[in-house]
């Protein structure tokens, strides 16, 4: 069960999850060593998955987004599984969504441009076991991400 003093841990480290444990405690109310325990807490719960850096993609290179729905031929658990095993092997793949409606997933796709994405979705996504058909949508910027 998390209480308010979790909550607000939580959205402090989602906002910045390189703070100091001081600067957290401080934020929260709390002294270091109990902030400390609460943050050791929520990390074996699985509350906290772990840290990564955010970084700039347009400098990296890989500065084209496409969104591709997807829709399976055969949606049968077998068929589902895989279909993920495969896609997580394919590194251009940033997210990707099991989704409840006219379509099967949306799946986000990052690479460095239309050409090397063409080939990822020619060459990989639409080769994965059970896709019937694909739709791509390509964002011209990224708004909030």
Do not use: W
Request: proline share 2%; net charge neutral; aromatic share 6%.
């Amino acid at each position: 069960m998390l209480d308010q003093y979790d909550r607000v841990i939580i959205s402090i480290m989602q906002t910045d999850g390189r703070i100091t444990l001081t600067e957290l405690a401080s934020r929260v109310g709390l002294t270091k060593t109990p902030c400390a325990a609460r943050v050791k807490r929520l990390e074996a719960e699985g509350y906290v998955l772990g840290y990564k850096a955010v970084v700039d993609c347009e400098k990296l290179g890989l500065g084209h987004v496409a969104f591709v729905e997807v829709k399976l031929n055969d949606t049968k658990l077998a068929a589902l599984d895989a279909f993920n095993e495969a896609a997580r092997r394919i590194p251009e793949i940033e997210q990707m969504h099991l989704i409840a409606g006219h379509f099967d997933y949306l799946v986000k796709v990052r690479t460095a441009d239309i050409n090397a994405f063409r080939l990822v979705l020619g060459e990989k996504l639409s080769a994965l076991p059970h896709v019937a058909h694909t739709s791509t949508f390509v964002a011209m910027a990224t708004i909030i991400d």
